[in-house]
């Protein structure tokens, strides 16, 4: 574990040092990514504790979008602002919303948790919804906006830009009969395979086939190809379920098919669902595959999970995991510079899924009709505030309108030209199928793939304990 | 932030002179009015902690016994199904098994070392700071103690360079070794956990035992000498019969920290690899699965296993305050 190689992190003599690696794996359990929250980087508080810098030019441009929202006027006041995004990059959020207090001199009550879903079903219960949510649970918001409890932000943003510049599917998320109820204005892309550019000499954009030859061949030569750690807490297991199970599913089968597996049609004792188990288990139990085996995969820590790829020589080649990969390696992975990054995007099975772009990340919906949320909807989602945002470093946009050029770093200027700005993977994109089933079900999903791994004799049991936690969860 | 020092500055004066009010209030009332005074006086007096005990304590506890015959919802009646489940499902026997390890093992480790301990620390004369050094991990918080054993017990690769420090030093003193995943390998990672509750729990056992050590009489130990005891005959038929009530007294306390043991398991393992707990899992039925009426069941379970114990526990302090 290298947490205290973390920028920022106090270097104080070696009680310092070992205090501060203390800290850092407290905050990494802490962090660890609450089941199905997704939204921004899970490590961003670690990865980064700098302020973002933002560009004064940017800034006023952001002040001058907000004040032609409430037209001119500050209309003062506050507004309660619910989210998940919490430490560095909730720092960045609230850059990001500074020109709008400034512009319209309504204070943003911003207030992150990561039980955010049971917080927000209580507070509406109670009668005291905030104004606005952050939401990272795309079912409940659907769930709410069908109770009537949002309201439907036609009429609020300027639904003539948001249809041109937010991709579709994501839109279609947050729509219910016909009615906006909500937009992402954060998205985390996953399905992702990060290597050291300097060190791996396999295919750069191989089909899943090809790619099975090469670890292959290099297992034969006695060289573990994949890196993988999917300890993670209370949540350890998601880095394979998320990165791996999950894009072997969609890319195999397709949407369609991974919709009826999120909605509970499709069993997870069916053919489809148990090959994508024991395609996951084959490379993760075998130690010619993984690096160190079943054992060494579960006790790393998701975040020194491909540490391996960075060291001389290398222990391991290929690492699946989200985007906010790409920026934590240069800033906490030691000998690590961002031109050693390269990734490609998850191999290809069934040619026609192979573009689905698997996502997760944070709706913007309002919960109370008031004119400061309104101008806060509306602002959220002009390209100049997606346009700090995407400056911050902290986060990809979905706005189409934001310049790629606004990412501050070469990996993320790289993965907005393919992942954001492309046309053809913005009508591919997918929500991941980890963030759609309900949250017992995920939660389970993460346990049951862990004991998998150090049991793979017992796979149909566990599949058939999923079908009972679907049953009992609807 | 000033919010909160805010509250934290109304919290600290407001309740405090609030208290101080009612009861000087209440004094005035008592003296206006001709009745059995002592009676309502005692009431008087004790219904700010009866008020704060009910909301607190009792409202709750009735609160979860009602949630608990029902259903994950809270909405359906599910009647005796949730306690039902606690007894016969695989996954739930499995976490009442790996508790009762806890319970079994952790003060027979933790109390063995402390009476050991105490006992071999009276006859030397850097006694006080030899017991420093032993109650040092009792004022570590578990959770910190947790992740520091976490990286003791770090497992990588055989082959790989070892950071745990456990598999690094068997790796150097063993030649051959093959470094083990402690805390994954469902043979030994209990154990491995149980090990660092007797860690954090044997200072505290240490300094009851050394105390009562202590209170033993030199006369009886020296009369026993005299008489042509050895050494195993004065602990064990001199000192050990005057240390029973400590005993008991520590004793007691472990197995109800073994009950309700949280923290370790949450932090090391997250109860993945058969190390759930029932305190850990009454956690994830109820935040990850959001089953309230199963993770209410398993809490008064919790409450009742413990209650005995408890009650034990406080007979033990009685005659140890009284020996």
């Known amino acids: ?474 | 932030m000033s919010r909160q020092a805010l509250d934290l500055a109304l919290g600290t004066t407001i309740i405090p002179l609030g208290v101080v009010a009612y009861l000087v209030a209440s004094e005035g009332a008592v003296g206006r009015y001709r009745v059995d005074r002592p009676t309502l006086r005692a009431w008087l007096w004790l219904a700010p902690t009866l008020v704060l005990i009910g909301g607190v304590l009792v409202y709750p506890l009735l609160k979860t016994i009602y949630l608990s015959v029902k259903g994950p919802d809270s909405e359906k009646f599910v009647g005796t199904d949730n306690y039902k489940a606690i007894f016969t499902d695989p996954s739930l026997l499995s976490v009442l098994k790996v508790n009762l390890l806890w319970i079994v093992l952790f003060p027979l480790g933790a109390v063995l070392l402390g009476l050991v301990t105490a006992v071999l620390l009276d006859r030397v004369r850097y006694e006080r700071i030899a017991k420093a050094i032993i109650t040092v991990p009792t004022a570590i918080s578990f959770v910190a103690g947790s992740v520091m054993w976490r990286l003791i017990y770090t497992y990588n690769a055989p082959g790989t360079p070892q950071i745990g420090t456990l598999n690094a030093f068997l790796n150097t003193v063993l030649p051959g070794f093959v470094p083990k995943a402690w805390l994954i390998d469902s043979r030994f990672n209990n154990y491995a956990l149980i090990f660092v509750g007797v860690w954090m729990g044997t200072g505290l056992a240490t300094l009851i035992l050394s105390a009562a050590v202590k209170a033993v009489p030199k006369e009886l130990v020296e009369a026993a000498r005299i008489d042509g005891a050895n050494e195993w005959h004065v602990f064990r038929r001199v000192m050990l019969p005057e240390l029973v009530p400590a005993l008991a007294v520590v004793t007691t306390t472990a197995v109800i920290a073994a009950i309700k043991v949280f923290d370790i398991v949450y932090v090391m393992t997250g109860g993945n690899y058969n190390t759930d707990v029932i305190a850990t899992r009454m956690y994830s039925e109820q935040f990850a699965y959001q089953n309230t009426g199963l993770a209410c069941a398993i809490a008064i379970v919790l409450l009742l296993a413990a209650t005995p114990v408890l009650l034990a526990n406080r007979g033990a302090m009685r005659r140890e305050a009284a020996a």
Not at chain 1, 7 to 15: E, K, L, Q
Request: hydrophobic share 45%; charged share 15%; aromatic share 10%.
């Open chain 1, 1 to 474: 574990m290298r947490f205290q190689n973390a920028p920022g992190a106090p270097r104080r003599g070696r009680a310092g040092r070992v205090l501060a690696t203390a800290v850092a794996a407290v905050l990494a359990i802490a962090a660890g990514y609450d089941a199905g929250t997704g939204g921004a980087s899970p490590v961003a508080g670690i990865a980064r504790s700098d302020q973002p810098e933002l560009p004064a030019a940017s800034l006023s441009a952001a002040e001058k979008a907000a004040r032609a929202i409430t037209h001119g006027k500050k209309i003062g006041g506050g507004v309660d602002f619910l989210g998940v995004v919490t430490g560095t990059a909730g720092d960045a959020l609230l850059a990001a919303l500074k020109p709008f207090e400034t512009a319209t001199g309504v204070k943003v009550n911003y207030e992150a948790t990561f039980s955010q879903q049971s917080i927000l079903q209580t507070r509406i219960d109670a009668g005291n919804p905030p104004d606005l949510v952050f939401s990272s649970y795309p079912l409940q918001l659907v769930q709410l906006a069908k109770a009537g409890k949002l309201i439907p932000l036609n009429g609020v943003v300027n639904m003539d830009a948001v249809r041109k510049q937010y991709p579709k599917p994501l839109l279609d998320l947050g729509t219910v009969k016909g009615k906006l109820y909500g937009y992402f204005s954060i998205v985390n892309y996953h399905a992702l395979v990060w290597y050291n550019a300097n060190k791996y000499g396999g295919p750069r954009h191989p089909t899943w086939a090809q790619l099975a030859r090469w670890t292959k061949a290099s297992a034969a030569q006695g060289k573990p190809s994949w890196c993988m750690g999917i300890e993670s807490g209370a949540t350890t297991g998601w880095p394979a379920a998320n990165e791996v199970l999950d894009a072997l599913f969609v890319r195999r089968y397709g949407p369609a098919m991974a919709a009826k597996w999120e909605q509970g049609k499709l069993p997870w004792s069916s053919p489809q669902v148990k090959w994508a188990w024991q395609s996951v288990g084959a490379i993760f139990t075998d130690p010619k595959l993984v690096t160190g085996g079943a054992a060494a995969v579960a006790s790393t820590n998701f975040l020194a999970a491909g540490n391996g790829m960075f060291t001389s020589p290398p222990t391991c080649y290929l690492l699946p995991q989200a985007q906010w990969y790409g920026s934590y390696v240069p800033a906490a992975v030691q000998g690590a510079t961002a031109a050693d990054v390269g990734y490609f995007a998850f191999p290809s099975i069934t040619p026609k899924y192979r573009n689905a772009q698997m996502v997760d990340g944070n709706q913007v919906a309002m919960l109370r009709n008031r004119p400061q949320a309104r101008a806060l909807a509306a602002y959220m989602s002009t390209p100049q505030f997606e346009t700090l945002l995407a400056q911050t470093g902290q986060f990809l946009v979905p706005n189409a309108a934001v310049p790629t050029g606004a990412y501050p770093t070469p990996i993320s200027r790289a993965l907005a030209k393919e992942l954001v700005a492309s046309k053809a993977t913005q009508a591919a994109t997918i929500l991941l199928p980890s963030v759609l089933f309900p949250v017992p079900v995920t939660n389970q999903f993460f346990k049951n793939l862990t004991s998998y791994l150090q049991n793979p004799g017992q796979l149909d049991n566990y599949l058939r304990d999923m079908d009972s936690v679907v049953k009992s969860s609807s």
